[in-house]
């Protein structure tokens, strides 16, 4: 009995499709998810972002700003398959929620504007993608706008994302008169008629056999080129099977070397049936991607997807409610049971899972199990963390957490009445458990309270949900950015001695340093640290060697130009000396210390700040206006095209110039301006720089 059901689940696993959407600002992927939910027949009436009517959008900013703010986790079901899908934000202030959604995701759609292609956010989200080796398909969406092209949308995935495009549809119509696809792989006309939610199928429309014979023949070669199963058909029959095509497609897809692209146009509700078939066709199962992998006592060890396996899970995500603190999972290995206990391996706590509830963006129903490859979220846990892992008390395991990005503004944030202080602090702190990349501390100068964030947006957002969440009335100050410092001229031969000698055991350190800027690799920005011993003879034992490189990375915390964290910098240890009683790893930290300190105030430093490369697209008679302004915030522009009517700006700019640029460019352009960021690291500021005395 138990082997049949552990059979019986081993076989769900590979009806089940985890994946996400990601996409640029406004390039329909909320759109897509809602015909999703209204196609598989999860939802009755059809959602619209502009209308403040979405499933995934259901917090009342994203309503009222008409963006997705929150991964939001929906689940349908389709051709009985179940898929779990997130609706991932596409603006850059929240790429922290992207990350932790696709840690837990198997595959991903990835939605490109017809008119403008592959835009700065949809690159930054498809390297974030390929970081994490998800899978992807991607649709061409809003196929029915004017200037809408399927062949330059392909060639911009092409050139800006160097991956293969293998085009399976051919559309029938353009612009306004787009109303279906020829579906390459079955030779097969499918028709939308206007205000159906099912498509028709029939013959190839005869103006277009030849057309679609020709990129059936070209889909054919693409495919043969990479994949040797499909390439051996070929060079026997030159032409491939519509099994083996799809089987090569398949195939090509879970490898990464190929992505398999469709189009149509949500909003319109074409092209979502095929795009679900896709889904099921190419994207991976919970069964097909490779075991997770986790920490056990130092050790690596693998979980496979197994329901009969040790209980494995990774919370990515953590939200308060009014019903209760919502704990989002993905189960990795195992299964779990209402009621049942399970261990926090980051904390080492227990914690009760009351309630499993499988999730429909703001609205739940309540299952009674969750097994490998589930993605649900639980009610319960009272102190888990985004990134923790619980798993079977008997069988720990620590899985990697979605990496947290640096904060790169910050904000003063005080209650109007001194009396809320404390409720503030309480309110920002339960703020940065459910959103990891907002840390909020308490400046040692000023005593104020600092949240600091991703960027503007990202703490209006946050403070605005202090306000509505928590009914707290606060005031903000401007934004400041995150400088860093770093080296342009260090130090060599830099002598310290860490001599202390107050009763009892003294401390005894000597030690010499050459300090000296940190190139990365392939010409990038610097990297941050790096450290190595050049001392002979044994004259500093290892593990003060190790002491000295702690010491020293506790003196990066604080640079001398204004106590910013320091980065780029190389440390080398040349010579020490040891005393045979008063040394010890505390006195060479000390040692290390004091000594990198020394040397950065004799060295040339310089401060750095972030910069972004912004895309600006505003109507052609706005040009100049727009240029002239991004030369007054500093902006070094790199490129300007026209694309569909509208020049499109590109340019680097230091971070703190753009704080109110929304409004002015709206003020600029009429409103009809629009603009989207995207971090590019540190670039030196001007006019603050010391240098030295070396």
């Known amino acids: 009995m138990r082997t049949h059901q552990h059979r019986s689940l081993v076989a769900a696993l590979d009806t089940v499709r ?21 196609t598989t027949g999860t939802t009755h009436k059809r959602g619209e972002v502009h209308d403040g009517t979405t499933i995934t959008d259901f917090d009342s900013q994203e309503r009222d700003r008409g963006i997705t703010i929150f991964a939001a986790a929906v689940s349908c079901t389709w051709a009985g398959h179940r898929i779990n899908l997130i609706d991932t934000p596409g603006h850059v202030d929240f790429a922290d929620e992207v990350e932790r959604s696709l840690r837990v995701l198997d595959g991903a759609i990835a939605v490109f504007d017809a008119v403008a292609g592959v835009e700065p956010q949809s690159e930054s989200v498809w390297h974030q993608a390929d970081r994490h080796s998800v899978p992807r398909i991607a649709f061409v969406n809003k196929l029915d706008r004017t200037g809408a092209d ?20 051919l559309p029938i119509g353009r612009e306004d008169a787009f109303r279906g696809v020829v579906d390459l792989l079955r030779m097969r006309a499918l028709m939308w008629a206007d205000g ?92 097909d991607v490779p075991p997770v992998r986790g920490v056990l006592d130092g050790a690596e060890q693998e979980r496979a997807a197994d329901p009969a396996g040790p209980f494995a899970a990774l919370a990515f995500k953590v939200n308060a409610t009014a019903t209760g603190r919502l704990t989002y999972l993905r189960v990795y290995s195992g299964t779990i049971g209402k009621g049942e206990t399970v261990l926090d391996a980051s904390t080492r706590r227990s914690e009760r899972v009351g309630r499993i509830l499988r999730v429909q963006a703001d609205r739940h129903v309540d299952v009674d199990a969750a097994v490998a490859g589930d993605i649900v979220a639980v009610i319960g846990p009272k102190t888990v963390r985004p990134g923790a892992t619980l798993c079977a008390p008997d069988a720990p395991l620590v899985l990697e957490p979605p990496s947290v990005a640096e904060p790169v503004v910050s904000v003063a944030v005080e209650a109007r009445r001194s009396t809320d202080t404390e409720r503030l602090m309480a309110a920002l702190v339960r703020l940065a458990e459910e959103d990891p990349s907002l840390v909020v501390r308490t400046d040692s100068e000023t005593g104020q309270t600092v949240l600091s964030g991703m960027g503007e947006l990202h703490l209006e957002v946050a403070a605005e ?27 060599s031969g830099l002598v310290y001695r860490h001599v202390k000698q107050d009763g009892g055991a003294g401390q005894f350190a000597h030690v010499v340093i050459d300090v000296e800027p940190l190139e990365a690799a392939g010409g990038e920005a610097a990297a941050e640290f790096a450290f190595r011993s050049a001392v002979v003879g044994g004259r500093v034992p290892q593990e003060y060697v190790r002491a000295v490189e702690a010491g020293c990375r506790e003196a990066l915390a604080e640079g001398p130009l204004g106590g910013h964290p320091v980065t780029g910098v190389r440390v080398t240890l040349t010579d020490g000396a040891t005393h045979p009683k008063d040394s010890s790893e505390m006195a060479f930290r000390t040692a290390g210390r004091f000594a990198l300190r020394e040397a950065l105030r004799a060295s040339a430093m310089v401060l750095l700040e972030p910069v972004v490369e912004v895309t600006v697209t505003v109507p052609g008679d706005a040009v100049g206006g727009v240029l002239g302004d991004l030369a007054a915030r500093r902006g070094r522009v790199s490129g300007s ?3 569909g009517g509208a020049a499109v700006v590109t340019a680097t700019v230091p971070l703190a110039e753009l704080f109110g640029y929304a409004t002015r460019l709206r003020s600029r352009t009429q409103g009809r301006g629009t603009f989207t960021t995207r971090a590019t690291g ?13």
């Open 18 to 38: 985890n994946l996400g959407i990601l996409a640029h600002v406004d390039a329909g992927k909320t759109t897509v998810t809602e015909r999703i939910l209204y």
């Open 150 to 169: 399927l062949d330059t949308a392909v060639a911009s995935i092409r050139e800006r994302l160097h991956t293969v495009p293998l085009v399976v549809q």
């Open 641 to 643: 095209t026209t694309r």
């Open 682 to 694: 540190y670039a030196p500021a001007p006019a603050v720089t010391s240098s030295g005395t070396g």
């Open 465 to 491: 949900k202090v306000r509505r969440d928590h009914g707290l009335d606060v005031r903000v100050g401007r934004p400041q950015v995150a400088h860093r410092e770093t080296l342009v001229r260090g130090v």
């Open 196 to 287: 159906a939610g099912t498509y028709e199928e029939g013959e190839v429309p005869v103006e277009l056999r030849e057309e679609a014979a020709r990129r059936r023949r070209l889909l054919e070669e693409a495919v043969a080129e990479l994949h040797p199963a499909a390439l051996e058909e070929f060079c026997v029959r030159s032409e491939l099977t519509e099994e083996t095509l799809a089987g090569a497609l398949r195939d090509l897809t879970r490898t990464g070397e190929g992505v398999v692209v469709l189009c149509g146009s949500a909003y319109r509700n074409r092209g979502v049936e095929p795009l679900l078939e896709a889904v099921v066709a190419y994207l991976p199962s919970p069964a």
